[in-house]
């Protein structure tokens, strides 16, 4: 992503029709300074970055697990001299979560590749720089973590991808034969093979598909509608590095979310020379690519947020602020516009996305039966302050459900512990945390993850649930003492 300003648009207040059968709430408490980016934490906490770049702030959900009705507080700080904007980021197997890179780096352009780990647990970050002959830029570049845990983040200049092992906190290069492009303005998404698709922006219209135990990259075919946005958006040529070497901006392009039914839904900016953007769709079985429904009214979506709603719908955001449903057919036009481009979503354990950190979209409609996560083993006696094992199916959803353009990557396929108090119907969630896998439609394997009871848990009979992407389990009786 290239940006002129910092975050330029007001966030005006969401417009609403009333009869509209979604609807948009307020928060009763908005975020106190602002979201530039927003993640879900595995305690079922959402962090977000605020508008001071360096403030990080936690949102937790009332004793109903209303987020609505929630409170905010600030924790830590990222360390010094790392103030970054427009990040590789994403929330790990083992709970803690990761920031890389940064289009700009303490209020100036950078591409920089500093990086940091930001523990919940101890409120702590610590650095995680990679050295430069692994990964010397990483800017605003694509990321992902893959099922074996590892985050993957391509080089903005190159083809270059490299690893982080979260075990070890050591970066190393990965093989990237086969890719048609540099990773400049790209996004990655997981596919249920657990392989990467990625639309280019520079070689449009070809896409790749990347393969982690082969280390390459293969063809994935032409995306038939053209989705890049015009190239060198800015007239300017952009110096980088020590020997201020030009980048050239390839051009934008929008999110793409993995769908239920196995399709991906990608959605573009208006190419060089037309009047309308469009969207295609990939089905992972095939493996083919076709057109999709055009984005309405002279609308786009260049580097613009969107979010897998329950009922499997797709919520886009066009870059005028507009949102729109995706059901698989039809791009839907809704009665609320965000008030501006680049304004943050992301799917909350309840359902509802969670905009920019002070409303909420709640979606028509609901989930399939299965496609909710099943729990299989489980203790049916639990201790607060202690640690458990629980297993079963579909633990990380059937999506990585949120996506961006290329950077501030928000995915929640991961599974959360809820626990509901039976006498007081008060909500606690436990941090899970070593999940087995981070791989998405997992199916009918069997994972697992382990959770630790709040030591604020109430005692007595209570239902747990495991939620993934804002689907529930069915509960499982269990007694907290």
């Known amino acids: 992503m290239f940006r002129r300003a910092l975050l330029s648009v007001a966030f005006a207040a969401l417009s609403a029709v009333p009869a509209a059968a979604s609807t948009v709430v307020s928060l009763a408490h908005a975020a106190p300074d602002g979201a530039v980016t927003q993640l879900l934490l595995t305690d079922g906490r959402v962090i977000v970055q605020g508008f001071g770049e360096n403030d990080w702030w936690t949102l937790t959900p009332d004793n109903k697990g209303s987020y609505v009705n929630g409170t905010w507080k600030q924790v830590a700080s990222t360390p010094s001299g790392y103030v970054p904007l427009y990040v590789s980021s994403a929330v790990l197997a083992d709970g803690r979560m990761v920031i890389a ?14 990086s940091a780990i930001y523990d919940p647990a101890k409120d702590k970050w610590a650095d995680i720089t990679p050295p430069k002959k692994v990964l010397p830029f990483i800017g605003d570049s694509p990321s992902t973590v893959l099922p074996d845990g590892r985050f993957l983040v391509g080089e903005k200049f190159k083809e270059v991808m490299a690893v982080l092992d979260p075990k070890t906190l050591t970066w190393s290069k990965l093989g990237s034969a086969g890719k048609h492009d540099f990773n400049a303005e790209e996004g990655y998404t997981l596919l ?3 392989s990467v698709l990625t639309f280019d922006v520079k070689a449009h219209p070809n896409s790749e598909r990347y393969l982690p135990d082969q280390g390459k990259w293969v063809d994935a075919g032409s995306t038939v509608a053209d989705l890049r946005g015009p190239q060198n958006c800015c007239g300017r040529c952009i110096p980088y590095g020590p ?7 390839p051009g934008e392009v929008g999110p793409a979310i993995l769908r239920p039914d196995g399709t991906v839904f990608a959605a573009g900016a208006v190419p060089d020379g037309q009047n309308t953007a469009h969207t295609a769709i990939f089905d992972t079985v095939t493996g ?13 979506a260049a580097d613009t947020f969107a979010s897998l709603l329950p009922s499997g719908n797709v919520l886009l955001e066009g870059s005028s602020g507009q949102l729109y449903e995706f059901d698989g057919k039809k791009l839907t036009t809704q009665p609320y516009n965000v008030g501006g481009f680049y304004v943050p979503l992301l799917l909350l354990p309840t359902g509802e996305i969670l905009i920019a950190g002070d409303h909420v979209y709640r979606g028509d409609g609901t989930y399939q039966a299965a496609w909710a996560p099943a729990i299989t083993s489980a203790p049916s006696t639990v201790k607060r302050g202690s640690s458990y094992a629980i297993s079963g199916t579909q633990f990380n959803g059937l999506s990585q459900a949120n996506a961006f353009g290329d950077e501030d990557n928000q995915p929640t396929n991961y599974p959360l512990v809820r626990i509901t108090n039976n006498s007081t119907g008060h909500v606690f969630y436990a941090r899970t945390h070593d999940h087995s896998t981070m791989g998405v439609a997992t199916g009918n394997a069997t994972v697992s993850t382990t959770f630790d009871v709040p030591s604020g848990a109430e005692t007595g009979a209570s239902k747990l649930e495991v939620v993934a992407n804002g689907i529930p389990s069915s509960p499982i009786s269990v007694t907290v003492n």
């Open 288 to 300: 083919k690519w076709k057109a999709g429904p055009d984005i309405p009214s002279g609308d786009e």
């Open 101 to 114: 890179g940064g289009e700009y780096l303490n209020g100036n352009f950078a591409f920089t590749n500093k």
């Open 192 to 194: 249920p093979d657990g």
């Open 243 to 249: 020997k201020q070497k030009c980048y050239d901006p």
